[in-house]
């Protein structure tokens, strides 16, 4: 026998499923958000064109099939002195016609599935920008290849330009997606993957990026965003990345540096001009942190866990594992002098 709590639990279940089905879906068409819905490019695009295809047929299929059982239920439900209904097993008619139309259905979702692939797998431009993404647990690294320089959390890209993303993870399997650029794409080490996509037009704010394969305990907090420029803003970023980190002018920052170049920070992270001599510097490569040079121009810092400010820097860099669990840096004890130092100088590094 049914308890009346169970059946109420029940009822509730029905009015609150439809309820957390059509919430999601207005938060997720809310500005800014990371919704493959709201597509800033053509790969995006495409992809989100599919989805609603899917969704229709899917959607149609559904309500013809609920609305056949529901009439079927109630039409043909027992009731006092009635026969049973006429039997319908072995009906080649009927047999025919679902197992043909279910046919029809699916092979309009595989051939549009296989032609946006098509579409979707060279890029269509020969002017692109090439970034190989390293998947680190658990931030990203981005080096762009023409433009000798290396940045973390923060990926600036031109609008309506190709992106070509080599991923390359020398640890475990990473996904890379943007919602609103394009889709996932797996991280697999030993094994060349990369992905291309484009932004329509410069953004006024960031594109949410994010790792999407489980990669160990942080892979929530492998998170990146995406800053669309216009060319001459693109150009502006990469000469100001590309040049070495300045000398600060202030006291403070001057007392930071010196505690970066001197303390254990170099062991895991590069400044060129500090150092490294350059992006290139074959030293970089065994450095296992962020590159750090121009840190202070990040919007995202610690893996995009947290926005880039004075005041979470110093959070990060008072105990980084109690912001963030098993990741790779150490909490140095660092007195709160030599944090406001440390603050100072980094944040000045735009
Ligand atoms: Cu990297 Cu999940």
């Known amino acids: 026998m049914r308890m009346p709590l169970f059946r ?9 499923l439809p309820g957390v089905i059509l919430s999601s879906l207005l938060f997720a068409a809310c500005d800014n958000s990371p919704s493959i819905i709201e597509p800033k490019g053509f790969v995006a695009g495409q992809e989100s064109w ?3 295809i899917i969704l229709a047929v899917a959607t149609l299929i559904f309500v013809i099939v609920e609305s056949l059982l529901i009439y079927s239920i109630v039409r043909f439900r027992e009731r006092p002195n009635t026969p049973a209904p006429e039997q319908i097993h072995g009906n080649n008619t009927l047999e025919l016609l679902w197992t043909v139309i279910p046919s029809i259905f699916l092979f309009i979702v595989l051939f549009l599935t296989i032609r ?8 269509n431009s020969s002017n692109k920008v090439v970034i190989t993404a390293h998947a680190h647990q658990w931030w990203w690294e981005f080096d762009y290849q023409n433009q000798h320089i290396t940045t973390a959390d923060t990926l600036h890209v031109p609008a309506n330009t190709t992106i070509q993303v080599n991923l390359f993870s020398d640890n475990v399997i990473h996904s890379f997606w943007v919602p609103q650029l394009t889709g996932k794409t797996d991280v697999v080490p030993g094994h060349d993957n990369h992905l291309w996509f484009n932004a329509d037009q410069p953004s006024s704010t960031f594109y949410e990026g994010a790792c999407a394969e489980f990669c160990g305990d942080q ?3 492998m998170r990146f965003d995406v800053k669309v420029d216009s060319a001459d ?3 502006t970023w990469v000469s100001q990345q590309q040049a070495k980190a300045q000398t600060p002018s202030d006291s403070l920052a001057a007392k930071g540096q010196q505690l970066f170049a001197k303390g254990a920070c170099t062991g895991c992270h590069g400044i060129v001009g500090v150092n490294l001599t350059s992006f290139d510097d074959p030293k970089a490569a065994s450095l296992i942190g962020p590159n750090l ?6 919007d995202l810092i610690a893996g995009g866990v947290l926005t880039n400010t004075n005041a ?3 959070t990060w860099l008072h105990d980084p594992q109690a912001v963030k669990s098993g990741n790779d840096m150490p909490n140095l004890n660092l007195s709160d002098s030599d944090i406001q130092a440390l ?3 980094l944040e000045s590094l735009k």
Do not use: C, E
């Not at 029940?10 to 609150?16: F, N, Q, S, V």
């Not at 040079?293 to 990040?298: A, K, N």
């Open 50 to 52: 599919l989805f609603w």
């Open 219 to 221: 892979h929530a907090h």
């Open 116 to 123: 946006t692939m098509f579409a979707l797998a060279q890029p």
């Open 233 to 235: 803003d693109f150009n």
């Open 343 to 345: 603050v100072a100088y």
């Open 312 to 314: 979470n820097l110093a």
């Open 293 to 298: 040079t121009h840190f202070g121009s990040r």
């Open 8 to 16: 109420g639990m029940k009822r509730k279940g029905a009015i609150l």
